[in-house]
């Protein structure tokens, strides 16, 4: 099947494009996107060590937040 990109918006800032795959309508969060989402979290603290884990989940969490209300 073809692949479709398309661009979230999260918190005023731009979300990774996320991967549409097999069924229409349904996107895929990806672990890229979760780790591009995380380091913006980590640009946007600053640059403050130790806070990788939670900047992850909170990426994941957030991605998968918007997912679930684009379906």
């Keep these: 099947m073809a692949k ?18 097999d069924a229409p309508g349904l996107a895929a969060v990806t672990d ?3 780790a591009r989402r995380a380091y913006e979290l980590y640009e946007q603290r600053d640059a403050e060590h130790g806070r990788g884990l ?6 994941e969490q957030q991605l ?7 379906r």
């Design 64 to 70: 998968r937040d918007v997912d679930a209300t684009a």
């Design 32 to 34: 890229s996107d979760i």
């Design 4 to 21: 479709t990109t398309r661009r979230l918006k999260i918190d005023g800032d731009s979300a990774p494009a996320h991967d549409m795959h």
């Design 54 to 59: 939670d900047e992850r989940l909170l990426a």
